[in-house]
């Protein structure tokens, strides 16, 4: 029975994945080919800075104060 109830969670987890990754590439990869070259790299970052994170993910200027 709990094999059951992962195998199902897995398979709807990867759905999802699947279908986040069918929309970027459907939607925002043809709208930005659509842009010129300077209007596409700067709607990519943009998209990249207003990125939604979890509040667990160090931002990119967080710093590892752990030593080995």
């Known amino acids: 029975m709990t094999w059951t109830i992962f195998a199902v969670a897995s398979v709807v987890l990867l759905g999802l994945s699947a279908g986040v990754f069918f929309g970027f590439s459907s939607f925002i990869m043809s709208g930005l080919a659509r842009a010129s070259d300077d209007a596409a790299g700067a709607g990519m970052n943009g998209i990249n ?20």
């Open 49 to 68: 800075e207003s990125a939604v994170r979890p509040r667990s993910w160090p931002s990119s200027s967080a710093r590892c104060s752990c030593r080995a």
